[in-house]
């Protein structure tokens, strides 16, 4: 369902309580609510990247202590994989810091690809832009997912990035579609923007025809070095709402509580949980920032009740 950025603000203005029960009635009404994603992400091409990304570690303009490192091999990728799989992860996704792939890269990524999936593990890659081609190269290998986030609203977007622009963004999520991949594109919140810029996002998100199958939702992991690197911190129930108006907007997408998971009391994580949030990334870290130690989080989850979705 197409819905306006003002109808979304409306969502977000709703009393906290109305929101939170109407999102976990539409959550129950698409999803068991006792089940739980679990992603596992590996940075397979580390720093360097020639892009500005205002809040990422990974950009050579920044000043951060993350060091430029070459592709890694199969071999390394796959041990990771299977170390991901041991430790309870349904999907691996490979994210790698370039603007997009190059050919001679692709073709290594493609090999990665094919042999995760023989581990039984969903994929996800997040390459940056896609050219014409790239995606139907991904898909043939099997690649399930290509994460590709739209990151904030057009109007704040030029705020963030000036290397690449919102719609070569549309392009490459459009790309993606026509290969057949499943979509997982969602954004960053408490990056300065305001409630009216998250609203944006959700609603550009929703419009998306058909919306993606899987929604991550980040929190800005404040980085040293980075333009973003002390932003102002989001108000932590406005995350929770942002949780809440994605479940409603996006009722049948999976929506993942992405980055900014660390230094989250395990209330607030119940309650993202209870606002409609049903997949995580776990894993000690993310790409090249802390996450909740798998064990705490395996611990979290058996307090809720929550149990591993298998796939999708
Ligand atoms: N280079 C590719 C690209 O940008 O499309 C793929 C990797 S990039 C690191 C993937 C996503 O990570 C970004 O789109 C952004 O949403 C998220 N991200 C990067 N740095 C982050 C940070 N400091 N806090 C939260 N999310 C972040
Ligand atoms: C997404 O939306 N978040 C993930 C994944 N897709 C690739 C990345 C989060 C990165 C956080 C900063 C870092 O660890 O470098
Ligand atoms: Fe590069 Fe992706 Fe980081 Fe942007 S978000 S600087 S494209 S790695």
Known sequence: MAYTKDAVERLFARP??????EAHATHRQHFDPSDI?????LSIKTGGCPEDCGYCPQSRRHHTTVADEALLSVEEVVAAARRAKANGAGRFCMGAAWRGPKERDLARVTEMIAAIRGLGLETCATLGLLREGQAEQLAEAGLDYYNHNLDTSREFYGE??????????IETLERVRKAGLKVCCGGIVGMGETRSDRAALIAQLASLDPPPESVPINLLVRV???????????????FVRTIAVARLCLPTSRVRMAAGREGMSEELQALCYFAGANSVFAGDVLLTTPNPAV????ALFAKLGLNAACAD
């Open 16 to 21: 906290f309580f109305d929101l939170l029960f």
């Open 160 to 169: 963030v990035i000036q290397t690449r622009t919102y719609d070569d963004r």
């Open 295 to 298: 064990a705490a989080d395996r």
């Open 37 to 41: 994603q679990i992603s596992t992400l």
């Open 224 to 238: 040293p070095g980075t333009p973003l690197g002390d932003a102002p911190s989001l108000e932590p129930l406005e």
